[in-house]
């Protein structure tokens, strides 16, 4: 049991160690396009998620949103004071891996692991996708227009088109990755408890 934990917790320190190297790293975890980034950063804890379940997908959730709140103050660019907030910089992404971790669960039962990873993966970029645009609407609506130099009353639209644009083709990627990369590690993982 304690080998086993161990080790859980040696996956979790290297999952986490990469989130902070696609946190600070320009370009690996967020790509920016004009004033707002493409995420894919989520792929990770979606991954974590999947592999560790709902409370180690919390975890990585968690530990995400305090990097991009701490990036926020560190490495400020256009984005920084929206993400200074820690509900739109923390909330969301404590969802994203705790809800995938449960999304997952509950697929598993009813369909095979594959297609599950697959479902998690678009589910999940779309949890963080609704939540982060959804929680800046609710928290920042006046500091995010002025970002976008657009009138605060145009603002539901576009946050509307970023989720039908990038949210989407966010979601497919995850999709894409998702499997792709938690079905080698799946089986690395089950090797390495034997």
């Known amino acids: 049991m304690q080998r086993t934990d161990t080790k859980r917790l040696t996956w979790l320190s290297l999952l986490i160690a990469l989130l902070i190297i696609q946190t600070f790293v320009p370009g690996i975890g967020y790509i920016p396009i004009g004033p707002m980034q493409a995420t894919i950063i989520h792929i990770t804890v979606i991954i974590g998620a999947i592999l560790f379940g709902p409370k180690d997908g919390a975890i990585l959730g968690l530990s995400w949103g305090i990097l991009r709140l701490i990036k926020a103050f560190i490495m400020p660019d256009v984005m920084s004071p ?13 969802l994203v891996g705790w809800l995938s ?12 692991p594959p297609l599950s990873q697959v479902m998690t993966g678009v589910i999940g970029s ?4 609704v939540a982060v645009l959804g929680l800046i609407y609710v928290f920042e609506a006046e ?5 976008l130099n657009i009138p605060t009353a145009a603002l539901l639209a576009t946050l509307g088109g970023v989720v039908a644009t990038n949210g989407i083709l ?3 990627v995850s999709g894409v990755l998702t499997p792709i990369i938690t079905t080698p590690l799946t089986k690395i993982i089950q090797k390495n408890k034997r």
């Open 126 to 129: 779309l949890i963080n996708t």
């Open 82 to 94: 929206v993400f200074m907030n820690p509900m739109i910089s923390v909330l969301p992404r404590f």
């Open 101 to 112: 971790g449960l999304i997952y669960v509950a697929c598993k039962r009813k369909i095979n």
């Open 143 to 147: 500091s995010y227009a002025e970002i």
């Open 170 to 172: 966010e979601a497919i």
